[in-house]
């Protein structure tokens, strides 16, 4: 029911206590007569004011002050306007006046009560509703936590967790033996006072990458030949990576830091170094005596072959050229072998060089071959790298003398490019020859392995091993992409130098 239907309802309620009142009047005439006329209405005042309101009693309470003096005040039926009369009336307006207010302030102050009441009882609802809500949480948040640092402190790695202001706040039992620091006693502590990292060959500190995670908001790696100095001073070889933990609202909560021990990878790379090392080292020593005798073995079948040639017979002839050859051969694979084992890291001189100039000092080597085939060699624009020149010359001049060795029908075209991929420079050298089935694209970089026969092109087959020896060296990669007759494409990589120039395109 609307509100006005409400209203309309309670004033015809107040109509109706105004006839009963009234009647009621009249009925008690013989009773009463002219004592009392108000009695009747004031009943229906009180009814009205009680049930219906301030305003339908108001309206009874007007009715009573205009009917009671005018049919039950003599002379009846006419509203003579005395002392008497209105003294009556006066009295009546006076206490249903009254009673009108005392009701309306109680009902007024009853409505605020319960009100209030309702208010109080709903706030008391809504925080019990918060204080279980928030207990919750609480109890989530705990079991969360307690499952977390029971995975964390349960697994093989090192784990430390700090806030977004870098001080410790848990440290799982790998940590704890690895830093020397109990939970405990490294609670609430900086994190450079509980993780001494330094330098493996200059032993100066190093930053820590908590502190850098803090500060950028991403994953950080540990550098290379880094040490943890324990509580007890003992260094110790480690590698790890700090990551940021983000709260919901995408602000930093803090971060962790996972590290583990290894030491023994550490000597192992270490034993595989100075073994590899020594293996070069015999590979040099023993292709470097065996000049002297492949020389010697040159030299004699060519005073033989000039001496004796016209006393032999053809068949002893032909076995003197196979000796001929056979040396040379060995003298190139030797050849081969020491600038094999000069590709190495050890022996790199590295400095910023352009691209572009080593290019065309490797194309300038290569001029007799370039010519003799009728190639073309373009070069596009190459950026400026840290690497050895003289190494790195040689892997240009590998890379496109195979591809002239390797030509097909069509003249043969050559081009060299560069581009930024991934934080490396990404060279490219591609021909047009004959190509190879990629299957074998991870066979042509082995040493002495050729996919075509002898006769097809000269050369020890050790080049592009070479070139692979020296791209590793410098951190990069190799790589080809061919098919057969649609030529062939080789890859390597160089790092990066901040603000790279590049130098103008060239052809030759």
């Known amino acids: 029911m609307t509100q006005t239907s409400q209203s309309a309802v309670r004033y015809l309620a107040a109509i109706a ?32 004011s009680s049930l219906l309101g301030s305003r339908p009693a108001v309206l009874v309470a007007v009715a009573g ?58 706030q008391a609802a809504a925080l019990q509703l ?24 349960s697994i093989g790695d090192a784990v430390i967790a700090t806030g977004p202001d870098a001080l410790v706040q848990f440290l799982n039992p790998t940590a704890a033996e690895l830093t020397g620091w109990s939970p405990e006693e490294a ?47 003992a260094a110790i070889p480690i590698d790890d990576s700090a990551a940021p933990i983000f709260a919901p609202d995408g602000h930093l909560m803090g971060v962790v830091l996972v590290f583990r021990d290894i030491t023994e990878r550490r000597a192992s790379e270490r034993s595989l170094e100075r073994s590899r090392t020594e293996m070069e080292r015999f590979a040099y020593l023993a292709a470097h005596d065996l000049q002297e005798p492949l020389r010697g073995i040159s030299t004699f079948s060519e005073l033989l072959d000039q001496d004796s040639r016209p006393l032999l017979s053809p068949k002893s002839v032909q076995y003197l050229e196979f000796i001929l050859t056979g040396a ?16 190495g890291a050890s022996s790199l001189q590295a400095e910023k060089v352009a691209a572009n100039e080593v290019v065309m000092e490797a194309l300038d080597s290569l001029r007799a071959a370039i010519d003799d085939s009728g190639a073309q060699v373009t070069v596009g ?59 074998y694209a991870g066979r042509i970089f082995e040493m002495f392995q050729r996919l075509r026969p002898q006769h097809d092109a000269a050369g020890s087959g050790i080049g592009l091993a070479i070139s692979k020896r020296i791209v590793e060296a410098h951190q990069g990669r190799i790589w080809a992409e061919s098919s057969p007759g649609d030529g062939s494409t080789f890859y390597f990589t160089l790092p990066v130098v901040r603000e790279p120039a590049l130098s103008s395109a060239a052809e030759a």
């Open 381 to 439: 624009p190459l950026p400026v790298v840290v690497a050895d020149r003289v190494k790195l010359c040689q892997v240009f001049q590998n890379l496109v003398s195979n591809a002239i060795k390797f030509r097909g029908p069509q003249p043969c075209r050559v081009h060299i490019a560069a581009e930024l991929q991934q934080g490396a420079y990404t060279f490219s050298i591609r021909d047009n020859g004959v190509g190879f089935d990629q299957t």
């Open 65 to 122: 002050a205009i009917l009671a003096p005018t049919y039950f005040v003599p002379p009846y039926g006419s509203f003579t306007v005395d002392t008497a009369t209105v003294t009556w009336t006066a009295m009546y307006l006076l206490t249903t006046g009254t009673i009108i207010a005392a009701m309306h302030r109680e009902r007024e102050a009853r409505k605020l009560a319960e009100s209030r009441a309702a208010t109080i009882a709903g």
């Open 17 to 48: 206590l105004i006839a009963a009142a009234f009647f009621a009047r009249i009925a008690m005439a013989p009773l009463l007569g002219d004592v009392a006329p108000f009695i009747t209405f004031y009943i229906g005042v009180l009814v009205a």
């Open 130 to 153: 918060e204080v279980a809500e928030r207990e919750r949480a609480q109890r989530a948040e705990a079991v969360q936590r307690e499952w977390y640092q029971t995975t964390l402190s």
């Open 328 to 343: 040379q051969k060995m003298q190139r694979l030797v050849l081969d072998l020491l600038d094999y084992c000069r590709a």
């Open 187 to 233: 609670h609430g502590r900086p994190i450079s006072e509980v993780f001494d990292i330094r330098n493996e060959e200059t032993f100066q500190p190093v930053e820590i990458p908590v502190e850098q995670v803090v500060r950028e908001h991403k994953v950080v790696g540990l550098a290379n030949h880094t040490i943890l100095m324990n509580r007890a001073g």
